[in-house]
């Protein structure tokens, strides 16, 4: 099985919350990402959390970090029909290399 | 930031060929990444490139297949070679920038039929 987990998909009216959920199994990571992913697209970074730290916030982006348990989630405020995309985990390991989760798709309802 | 330009962004190539894509970085970078997205899946890392060196393939991808070439500090190649229809897949370049931050190109679209 894949070491970086996601839930598949998450459905959200606009204006609401989401939180969207990761758990990684490599202890030793140094950072956390999470991407967007647009039909047809490449991966847009959308933050990053350093291993060290609880929480990460950039404007409508809140990324929480559960080091013990390996719980990393990214929790989007007010979200609006733009924010409708697959969203990547993704654990920085050795040598710069990137493990992924499966990708949740992220579907905002009017 | 560091802006990534993949070429080309999209081909439909007749199975038994070879593809090469191009990615160039708009700064010196010192690891540059080849991912593959198969349709509806995840990212997987095929090889790292760093100048210099010959590129370190990961388990399941070979040289002789995804032959890599890395130049100089901003542009590197990724050839699919002898392609089949299972090698159908979106391509992406990725670098790391500051050794914090990893960007990702717009990707190659490949179809082969």
């Known amino acids: 099985g894949e070491d970086v987990e996601q839930s598949l998909f998450l459905s959200v009216r606009e204006g609401d919350s989401s939180v969207i959920n990761c758990t990684y199994t490599d202890s030793s990571s140094t950072y956390l990402y999470w991407y967007k992913q647009e039909p047809g697209a490449g991966l847009q970074l959308l933050t990053y959390?350093?291993?060290?730290?609880d929480m990460k916030q950039d404007q409508r982006l809140t990324v929480l970090l559960n080091k013990k348990d390996k719980h990393l989630s990214l929790r989007i405020a007010d979200t609006q029909t733009g924010d409708s995309a697959i969203y990547f985990c993704a654990e920085k390991g050795s040598w710069g290399k990137l493990q992924f989760g499966a990708g949740t798709q992220v579907v905002v309802t009017p | 930031s560091a802006v990534i330009s993949q070429k080309p962004s999209r081909d439909i190539c007749q199975r038994g060929t070879s593809l090469t894509i191009q990615c160039q970085v708009d700064?010196?970078?010192?690891?540059m990444f080849w991912y593959r997205q198969q349709p509806g899946q995840s990212l997987t890392l095929i090889a790292t490139?760093?100048?210099?060196?010959?590129?370190?393939?990961e388990s399941g991808f070979v040289i002789d297949k995804f032959p890599i070439s890395r130049p100089n500090l901003t542009f590197s190649t990724l050839t699919v070679s002898n392609m089949s229809p299972e090698d159908s897949s979106i391509y992406l370049c990725?670098?790391?920038?500051?050794?914090?931050?990893?960007?990702f190109g717009q990707g190659t679209r490949l179809t082969v039929v």
């Open positions: 990725s670098v790391e920038h500051t050794n914090t931050e990893a960007f």
């Open positions: 490139a760093n100048q210099g060196s010959e590129a370190t393939y």
């Open positions: 700064s010196q970078v010192t690891m």
């Open positions: 959390i350093f291993s060290n730290m």
